[in-house]
């Protein structure tokens, strides 16, 4: 029963933009380390995508994947 007429509070204020922040990061850079170890990435690529996602760049672990397989792998 978590619909909109039981909300009170901001969707922040239910889960905050922090937590969210850090559960997306961290899945990005465990992906990005598997890439890397997998041997789909040096280490130059690894650095450059680690600071697009530090820096917002991708949305989610697909946005991740596809930004490598079109742009790294191309």
């Known amino acids: 029963q978590?619909?909109?007429g039981s909300r009170k509070?901001?969707?922040t204020a239910r889960s905050s933009e922090k937590y969210e922040w850090m559960s997306?990061?961290?899945a990005l850079r465990s992906?990005?380390?598997e890439m890397r170890d997998e041997g789909?990435?040096?280490s130059e690529q690894y650095r450059e995508?680690?600071?697009k996602?530090?820096?917002g760049f991708f949305r989610n672990k697909k946005h991740l994947n596809n930004y490598v397989e079109d742009?790294?792998?191309a």
Request: glycine share 12%; proline share 0%; charged share 45%.
């Open 9 to 11: 509070g901001r969707k």
């Open 2 to 4: 978590k619909g909109h």
């Open 40 to 42: 789909e990435l040096n």
């Open 53 to 55: 996602a530090k820096g």
């Open 31 to 33: 992906e990005l380390k």
């Open 71 to 73: 742009e790294v792998k």
């Open 49 to 51: 995508l680690y600071n």
């Open 24 to 26: 997306k990061i961290r």
